[in-house]
Structure formats: C-alpha cells, structure tokens
C-alpha cells in the first residue's frame, strides 16, 4: 500500500515542481544569515524605526519563493510607506528562535511604533497582505 502511493505521490511533486519553474520562472536560493532590506543593504534595526514593518522570515524552500514573489510583486506599491525585511532563519538557529518562528514562510507585520500586529505561518494570499499593508500604511 505505502510503495503504491510512494508511486503516484513521488511523479505528483516532480509535476508539481516543473510546472512552477515553467510558469513562474527558475526558484533562486537566498543565501543571507542578516536582516536584509528590499535593495540587499544590511538592516541594524528590525522592525524599522517609525515606520510599519513587514518582516519575512524564511529560507530557500518552495513556499518561501513562492511567497517572495509575492513580497516582490506588491512591494513597488508600498516602497517609502512601509519597510520590507528579510532574515534567513532555516540556517540561522538563533533568528529562528529569536523570531519565535516554527514554519517558514513566517510574516510578521509591525505597526509603525514597532508593535506587533499580526504574523502568519506559512503561504499568504496577495490579497490578505495588501489588506494588512494599506491598514499599516494609513495609521
């Protein structure tokens, strides 16, 4: 019974995987162990001073690309209103438990006095993060 669906599930997930890399193009891996910003510049401060934050907490697997592309589609609309981080926590042990992080992707949204206000493990829909992002920004 196992191998049988060893069988099915294995070809599913190769399917699965070319048809994003065809659609959505080659999957980078990050390689950062610091808090980045959207232009790659070190981050000493986290969340950003004064302004709503949104943190991405994650590393080079499938749902954290996928997630970035999101990150990075909806980026353009907020730059200046709200700070974009990154911090790759599957390598670095003391982000992750620092964070609190259990699953990757993790998104964390920080109000503009540094407050959390909302985190989310694993895949967000574009739509729920402009949501969170426009309520961020007009505070």
Known sequence: MIKNSVKVILPLYVLFQVVFQIFLGPLTCKAAQE?????GQT?????AKGMPTLLDLGGDCL???LQDRIVKRVLPDYKGKV???WIEVEKNLENRAHWKVDLVPTLIFFDKNGHEVERTSGYMKE??????????ASE
């Open 35 to 39: 808090a980045l910003d959207v232009d």
């Open 43 to 47: 981050v000493n401060e986290v969340p």
């Open 63 to 65: 749902p954290c690309e």
């Open 83 to 85: 700070a974009f981080i």
């Open 127 to 136: 739509s729920k993060m402009r949501t969170l992002l426009d309520k961020l």
